[in-house]
């Protein structure tokens, strides 16, 4: 009988010590299971571990919102428009959507993992990318509402940025001019980027932006302050302010900019990796908006398609689908569209044949 209690005692005693350890090894193994990282998205833990991960990232940035429509509203959220609405100086306050900070979220992200990334010659092209569409997404923010706020690193819920004030115009034309002048340093020439990327931005294009910023806001800066109405404002109360970083360029220094960048695009244009398209002659104007040859079209009596164009700077592909067909805008030919556009700064304004320097938008099928 003593034999049979101490064997129980003995029995009960590996009982307990198996169930804690499965106790033990259940808490572990629900601890690991449900820190695991998902399998089917990526996420920033597990992404940006090599350059094919950046370079999808930089794929990501593509954003070209607001490059030839942004006409129609630049000063459209800044007391200028209320010279024509109201009679005076101060427009309505409206609720919009146009404040869109979602892809200079993307392209900050991109940059912060590029700081940790052990070979950053890899990743240049990406990086690249991401200052060219963030400086492209302030700038276009800041030709409707003049200042804004600067984001140059991945917000988070409580950031100071957010409750902030807007930084005045001139800091965040000075933000643009430094990411795109990175931008430069970081991207492939255009004669450099493989057949398979055509369409991705490049040194090139980045200069011919920065020419146009500088452009852009050398003249605004020289001209409308003429009207004599305060647009800056005291940054508080009313505007976004004057403040001006240490070493802001001049008028002068702008439009020099202007030139040199505009410049630096020509050189490489007369290199042969630029040129006006005229194989049609005195009727290459007309073609040129119109070279089908997809499926075995004939895009025009020379037989020249669109691998024949290197007019284009920069360039946007869009894919439509057959909802897109039926809209009153939509481009004819099909569920493919190419929207390109590019910067003309060879063709005088005089010649009547061409559009003058910019040159429109326009689609050309696929």
Request: contains cysteine; proline residues 3%.
């Amino acid at each position: 009988m003593k034999n049979n209690i101490n064997t129980l005692i003995i029995m009960k005693r590996y009982i307990n010590i198996f169930a804690i350890g499965a106790l033990a090894a259940a808490a572990t193994g629900c601890s690991d299971f449900l820190e695991l990282e998902p399998k089917s998205s990526g996420t920033e833990a597990i992404f940006f571990q090599n350059a094919e991960q950046f370079e999808q990232a930089a794929n990501a940035c593509y954003d070209f919102t607001g490059w030839k429509s942004s006409y129609w509203w630049m000063d459209g959220g800044t007391d200028l428009s209320g010279f024509t609405s109201t009679g005076g100086g101060t427009t309505v306050e409206t609720d919009e959507d146009n404040w869109n900070y979602e892809n200079i979220r993307t392209c900050c992200i991109l940059l912060s993992k590029a700081e940790q990334y052990a070979n950053p010659d890899e990743i240049s092209a990406s990086v690249g990318t991401a200052y060219f569409f963030r400086a492209w997404d302030h700038f276009r923010m800041l030709q409707k509402y003049g200042g804004i706020p600067i984001v140059d690193h991945v917000l988070d819920v409580n950031d100071e940025v957010i409750y902030g004030l807007r930084n005045s115009r001139y800091e965040v034309i000075n933000f643009i001019i430094s990411d795109l002048q990175k931008a430069i340093e970081l991207l492939p020439k255009e004669s450099a980027i493989a057949s398979a990327d055509k369409g991705k931005v490049s040194k090139e294009g980045a200069q011919g932006f920065l020419a146009r910023v500088c452009l852009y806001e050398g003249t605004w800066e020289k001209y409308v302050p003429s009207i004599g109405y305060d647009l800056d404002g005291d940054g508080q109360s009313q505007g976004a302010g004057s403040a001006k970083p240490d070493g802001y360029p001049s008028v002068t220094e702008l439009l020099t900019l202007a030139r040199d960048n505009a410049k630096a695009v020509i050189n490489e244009a007369e290199t042969g990796t630029f040129q006006l398209w005229n194989e049609c002659d005195s009727l290459s104007y007309y073609y040129l908006f119109n070279l089908d040859d997809g499926e075995g079209n004939l895009a025009n009596y020379m037989g020249a398609g669109k691998s024949s164009n290197k007019e284009f700077i920069l360039k946007k592909t869009l894919r439509l689908h057959a909802a897109a067909r039926r809209h009153q805008h939509r481009p004819r030919g099909g569920y493919l569209a190419r929207l390109q556009f590019q910067f003309d700064f060879r063709r005088p304004i005089c010649m009547p044949q061409r559009s003058a320097y910019p040159r429109e938008l326009h689609w050309q099928h696929e």
